[in-house]
């Protein structure tokens, strides 16, 4: 269990929005984006002291632009305010097979078999989140071979193709026929030929 986060630094870069309701209150629709960005930017400078302070390493906070992105899916999906926001801060952790136990204080959501909309990726989800005012905090582990593919997915896959591309490479992956990440490239561009 020492591999992981502790509860004590996950509770120093958790961040109440100021936005003054539990997330899963926060309507998308009728809150102004501008109030959320602006929100959002408060966090990401508390959490750069905090980072500075730790000499936290691996982690990494959604770029405006990402955070855009999924705003704009989420809105047209019909998703919440917490479902959009629920990885601004994240980590990466990189183990050589994926563990059987997690700490208490985590909920676990596994993609060990995929996603619902299958696009080749990989690992295991981990979510703390303080309490209701909280924006929740991501632990991602990629572990054993997944981590190369979740590597290479998200260098030239992820977000720039259909999720059926990601499907197929992991399936030639796992099959040994993809094996580099030449190969990878050399496949996906004959993916994109065809």
Request: with cysteine.
């Amino acid at each position: 269990m020492d591999a992981f986060i502790s509860k004590e630094i996950l509770d120093m870069l958790s961040y109440r929005s100021s936005l003054g309701k539990s997330l899963k209150q926060i309507s998308l629709r009728e809150t102004p984006l501008e109030r959320i960005l602006d929100d959002i930017a408060k966090y990401r400078s508390s959490y750069i002291d905090v980072l500075v302070q730790e000499n936290l390493i691996g982690s990494r906070f959604k770029s405006e632009d990402s955070i855009l992105r999924k705003y704009e899916k989420t809105l047209r999906t019909g998703g919440g305010f917490k479902q959009c926001f629920n990885d601004v801060l994240g980590f990466r952790l990189r183990f050589g097979e994926y563990p059987d136990t997690f700490p208490d204080y985590f909920r676990v959501v596994d993609l060990r078999q995929g996603k619902k909309i299958d696009d080749g990726y990989r690992a295991i989800h981990l979510y703390y989140q303080r309490d209701n005012l909280a924006y929740p905090i991501e632990v991602q582990l990629w572990c054993g071979k997944d981590y190369l593919f979740n590597l290479w997915s998200h260098r030239h896959v992820y977000k720039y193709q259909a999720p059926e591309v990601g499907q197929m490479l992991y399936r030639e992956y796992s099959g040994g026929l993809i094996q580099t990440e030449q190969d990878f490239l050399s496949r996906l561009r004959n993916l994109k030929v065809n």
